[in-house]
């Protein structure tokens, strides 16, 4: 048990709509970074959040964003799908803040556009 | 740029045959690597973390080996449940962001 919980597992999409997947972290876990990892592919860093601002973020489109709550949970939003989106969407989770190495992923959310 | 290059892609061995995998890095500002282990359809799982040249750490079958650029997984006498995708990844100065290698597909036959 990784204690990180991520919902849906699968997914299908059509081109052009909008997705929500959502992480749930543990309890203290102030950060939360998601990730993209195509087919054969290592994971791609999309962006951070800390204590509910985002923190970091990596080389994608504003139509990538997401939400940290108080509660420790989390969401990733993407608007206009397209079929490049069809990928395995991981959340990492930590106790210490952007700096800690203790990062613990989910086991995924797995996206299909077509 | 950052960059993560792993090497081999893939690799098959029999049951008991030693090998390595191989993580080289052109990074600034790196604060650790990582490796991980990664099942089908499954998240990351956490193996070790390297901080500095000439740190090595070891589970099990597994030892992890850190240079100036690079790292080195070595698999000693595996076994079929090793079979699993071996991802390194470094850790950057900035964001907190883990920059990934494409990862080797290990296969283990017995």
């Known amino acids: 048990e990784t204690g990180v919980t991520q919902s849906p597992t699968h997914l299908i999409k059509t081109r052009g709509q909008q997705v929500t997947l959502r992480c749930s972290s543990q309890?203290?876990?102030?950060?939360v970074s998601w990730y993209q990892q195509a087919l054969g592919q290592g994971p791609q860093f999309i962006f951070q959040y800390y204590r509910e601002e985002e923190n970091g973020r990596g080389n994608f489109p504003p139509r990538f964003s997401g939400l940290q709550f108080p509660n420790y949970s989390s969401e990733l939003n993407v608007n206009a799908l397209e079929l490049d989106d069809s990928a395995l969407y991981l959340c990492?989770?930590?106790?210490?803040?952007?700096?800690?190495?203790?990062?613990?992923f989910g086991s995924g959310t797995r996206l299909t556009v077509v | 740029e950052d960059q993560v290059t792993q090497s081999p892609e893939a690799l098959r061995l029999q049951e008991g045959e030693s090998s390595s995998l191989n993580c080289s890095y052109t990074?600034?500002?790196?604060?650790?690597l990582f490796w991980y282990r990664q099942d089908p359809g499954k998240g990351p799982e956490f193996l070790f973390t390297l901080y500095s040249a000439g740190e090595e750490k070891e589970k099990e079958r597994l030892k992890a080996t850190l240079t100036k650029k690079e790292s080195f997984l070595h698999i000693t006498a595996p076994k079929p449940e090793d079979s699993a995708t071996y991802l390194c990844?470094?850790?950057?100065?900035?964001?907190?962001?883990?920059?990934f290698g494409q990862g080797t597909e290990l296969s283990v036959k017995p």
């Open positions: 309890s203290g876990h102030n950060t």
């Open positions: 990074v600034s500002g790196l604060r650790g």
């Open positions: 990844a470094v850790f950057m100065d900035q964001g907190g962001k883990l920059i």
């Open positions: 990492a989770s930590s106790l210490g803040g952007p700096n800690s190495y203790g990062y613990t």
